[in-house]
Each structure stands twice: as C-alpha cells, then as structure tokens.
C-alpha cells in the first residue's frame, strides 16, 4: 500500500488463456466457420446468428474458467 492508501495488485503478462473475451471469438469463429460463409454481404448476418448462440451460461463459464468467478 502507498502513501495515498492504494493498494496494488500484481498482474501477470497478458495471456488468452486468462482473457474470457479470447474464449468468447473462439467460439464465435467455430460457429462462423461451420456456416461457412463465402460472400461479404451474407457475413453481417452469419454474425448475427453466432451472437445470437452464446448464452449466459457460456459468459459465466469462462469467467469462471480464467479464474474471475469462484
């Protein structure tokens, strides 16, 4: 803690495997491939429909895997 009352806390060199954004675009790719979209102006819809299979309890799994929720 420092003079003004702050704490500081440590934090490791940045790793994917800790980052539940990085789970969330594997999984978004995953899904964009199987659609296999090959024209430009069918992506912005192929996204809509990835987006729209990520549930809540995807999000709360990989907080949970990179070590955010207990």
Request: charged content about 25%; aromatic content about 10%.
């Amino acid at each position: 803690m420092d003079k003004a009352g702050i704490h500081y806390a440590y934090l490791p060199p940045y790793s994917p495997d800790l980052n539940p954004i990085e789970k969330m675009w594997s999984k978004m790719k995953a899904i964009l491939r199987k659609q296999k979209v090959r024209v430009a102006s069918e992506l912005p819809e192929a996204v809509k429909k990835a987006l729209e299979m990520i549930r809540h309890t995807d999000c709360e799994g990989w907080f949970h895997a990179c070590g955010y929720m207990h």
